[in-house]
């Protein structure tokens, strides 16, 4: 029987009292952790005190409940929504108990691992403010731990749309989701951080969104190679990272899109690509495709000035050796995507539909004068980078593009179909 569902039937088998805005769905709410905990109480005079009753706690997905044995039942003493708390882990340190007061316990002598939880205003226009102790240091890392990480995914250190990684953004996007959704709390703690690790298919929400809107211009001449107003361009930037600090939904990221020319929009798209902390092509990645594609060159050169017959002796050479029969570039490539981009899902995922779309808009080349090179000329820099700019890196730049035109008319044999 796995953790989880002990903890479920520990959970549903104890007779506790919730508050009536609390429904006991296991589909809609996961128990985390279960376990024994004290409250204390900090004086004016900053000395510690205890309540002298063990609490039961239950940290569930997106709240704690502590419960107190009354006439051998358990009715709730506190509720936290943890969608909208902190964890001040100042607290989170060795201290010792003291008390005086005949309500409290003081507990010469014992150290007890101190920490705090406070509610922000909400929907009761308070604030509430928790101080919890545990005396086991294991059990109080493991507690804190799983605390820690479910407020991390209401409260992430960085927000925004611009300048953040690809991991962030997908995981913003599903925090929103849950936060205007009743069912908010249906991921657990374990499920969160299989989130963060990159479990995922779909693509960020703004990159969709931008590229559903160009799709509807995709005829526009010069699309991606005529710059925009810069003034626009950074007031989208500053609306859209604004944006990301409340909650949004995939209608209002296209309103404010609809407010802006197919030239901005297109400058936006790259802007987000260019300021993702890892390239959407990783570093690794990218510096395998630059040296696969100069071997390439190399040889195509050495091959056409030398004389047929010396060519087929080399090839016949090469077959009789004992070494493994050499990959085609093609297999060279897919090799690469396989070690060092399927890895990270959120980047496969971007670049497969980035490929895709790049491929609709040469389609309209007729239209919009972007060809497939003259489209890899102004993508492939936001895409196939290194992470630091340095005068040698400079200089890879331009090899990038005929990588990126590359990878855009193998994408079906290297990343499958759009919808495969």
């Not at 509610?119 to 820690?148: A, C, R, V, W, Y």
């Not at 390439?296 to 070494?323: H, T």
Request: contains cysteine; aromatic residues 6%; charged residues 20%.
């Amino acid at each position: 029987m796995s953790r989880a569902t002990i903890l479920e039937l520990q959970w549903r088998l104890l007779p506790v009292n919730l508050p009536v805005d609390f429904e006991l769905i296991p589909s809609r709410r996961s128990l985390e952790m279960t376990g024994r905990i004290h409250m204390a109480k900090r004086s004016k005079l900053g000395a510690i005190k205890m309540y002298p009753d063990e609490f039961v706690y239950y940290l569930f997905s997106d709240s704690l409940v502590l419960c107190q044995s009354l006439n051998g039942k358990y009715s709730t003493k506190q509720f936290m929504w943890l969608a909208n708390s902190t964890l001040t882990v100042d607290h989170a340190k060795m201290c010792k108990i003291t008390g005086t007061s005949s309500n409290m316990i003081g507990f010469k002598g014992i150290f007890h691992y101190l920490f705090c939880i406070s509610t922000s205003k909400g929907d009761t226009g308070s604030e509430k403010h928790i101080l919890l102790s545990i005396p086991s240091s294991q059990e109080k890392d493991q507690f804190m731990d799983e605390l820690q990480r479910i407020i991390s995914f209401y409260h992430p250190s960085t927000v925004g749309m611009f300048g953040i990684s690809l991991e962030d953004l997908h995981i913003q996007d599903h925090r929103q989701k849950l936060l205007r959704s009743r069912r908010r709390s249906s991921l657990g703690a374990s499920e969160i951080k299989a989130l963060a690790e990159g479990n995922v298919t779909d693509m960020p929400l703004v990159i969709c969104c931008m590229m559903e809107r160009l799709r509807g211009q995709l005829d526009t001449d010069g699309l991606f190679r005529i710059s925009s107003s810069k003034l626009q361009l950074m007031e989208l930037k500053e609306v859209l990272n604004d944006l990301a600090a409340s909650q949004y939904t995939p209608a209002q990221i296209d309103d404010i899109l609809s407010r802006y020319s197919t030239f901005v929009l297109a400058d936006a798209l790259k802007m987000l690509m260019r300021e993702l902390p890892v390239p959407v092509v990783p570093v690794p990645a990218y510096e395998a495709l630059i040296a696969l594609a100069e071997k390439e060159k190399a040889l195509a050169k050495s091959a056409s000035s030398g004389s047929s017959s010396s060519i087929l002796q080399r090839v016949d050479s090469i077959q009789s050796s004992q070494g493994p029969p050499l990959l085609s570039r093609l297999e060279q490539t897919a090799e690469i995507i396989k070690k060092h981009i399927e890895p990270h899902p959120h980047h496969f995922v971007v670049l497969k539909h980035l490929l895709d779309f790049a491929h609709e808009v040469t389609q309209h080349s007729a239209h919009n004068r972007m060809t497939p090179y003259n489209l890899a000329v102004c993508l492939a820099p936001c895409v196939l980078r290194p992470t630091v700019i340095t005068i040698e890196s400079m200089l890879l730049v331009p090899r990038a593009v005929p990588v990126f035109s590359y990878l855009m008319e193998n994408r079906v044999c290297l990343f499958g179909d759009m919808d495969g």
